[in-house]
């Protein structure tokens, strides 16, 4: 396990200081805000805390509210909204320096038989062990230029293969952007048998790439053009379990984009094409004058 993903599951090991109040950090690295995923992940594993072992969480709704300040600690106060035979809701706030920065609705649910179909199908696309690793994609695009190669050189907790462009590869030549998206990711460790956990990473990880549908199909990337955006709202229903420590096909596509917004659903995939993972995210695309 590298240093990245250990500090990752530090973070998530949140502080409870209060009845159904808990206290989260971020990483030492002061970028310019909190990582979305970072709060997502943070604000489940606190609404989990206060249900029963027996539910299981199967969707969340949540707002990015106002940019995370990863200098401070983050405060998550959790309300029990309901705690039903079958289902139960929680909702969580995100507080730093006394506002609200984030807020998620989840809902967790006890295990039952019911009607079964998938329609979706995976899509086919090389297996993860045939492409490069992000980090050597992009190292061969830039090659040693500051601030690219200290960036790069850095650990990362997931490991993601594109089978599709990058949206920096897709700057330069137009007969590369398109709307879809398609990532082959994992934990590169051995993780624990803890479900929560697994769908907790599972929302981690969600939020790298689906903001880069929306660039891919414009030919705009983060750090090589004259780009601002940030998540506004994300929704995910969770249909099956799934272990994140073993390859996911995450599936992306933006069906449209338009008055400084852009839409990005994404489903993920097991390695053997069962549909574990529904993603939408409504994002903020601003492209300044140059």
């Known amino acids: 396990m590298n240093e990245a993903l250990k500090e990752v599951l530090d973070l998530l090991d949140l502080e409870q200081i209060e009845r159904d109040i808990f206290r989260g950090r971020s990483p030492e690295e002061r970028i310019q ?3 979305g995923g970072q709060v997502a992940a943070q604000a489940l594993v606190a609404a989990g805390r206060t249900v029963p072992s027996d539910r299981a969480v199967h969707s969340l709704h949540a707002y990015f509210i106002r940019p995370g ?16 035979r079958s289902f139960t809701t929680r909702r969580v706030v995100a507080i730093q320096h006394g506002k609200a920065i984030f807020t998620m609705s989840a809902s967790f649910h006890i295990a039952e038989e019911g009607v079964s179909h998938q329609a979706s199908v995976m899509p086919h696309v090389p297996a993860p062990e045939t492409l490069q690793p992000f980090q050597d994609r992009m190292r061969d695009l830039v090659g040693d230029v500051q601030p690219w190669r200290d960036w790069l050189s850095r650990p990362r907790p997931v490991d993601a293969r594109y089978a599709t462009p990058l949206t920096w590869e897709a700057v330069g030549d137009p007969s590369l952007r398109g709307s879809e998206t398609r990532v082959w990711f994992r934990y590169d460790a051995d993780l624990p048998d803890d479900p929560l956990l697994h769908v907790v990473l599972a929302a981690y990880a969600s939020d790298y790439t689906l903001v880069d549908t929306v660039l891919l199909a414009h030919g705009l990337a983060w750090g090589a053009s004259n780009v601002i955006g940030a998540s506004l709202d994300h929704a995910m229903w969770f249909h099956r379990p799934l272990r994140v420590d073993d390859w996911v096909m995450y599936a992306q596509e933006s069906p449209w984009s338009g008055d400084a917004r852009g839409l990005a659903r994404g489903q993920m995939f097991t390695p053997s094409g069962e549909l574990a993972v529904s993603v939408v995210q409504e994002c903020m695309i601003r492209v300044s004058n140059p």
């Open 33 to 35: 805000r909190v990582f």
């Open 69 to 84: 300040d990863p200098a401070v600690p983050i405060v998550y106060n959790v309300e029990r909204v309901r705690d039903g």
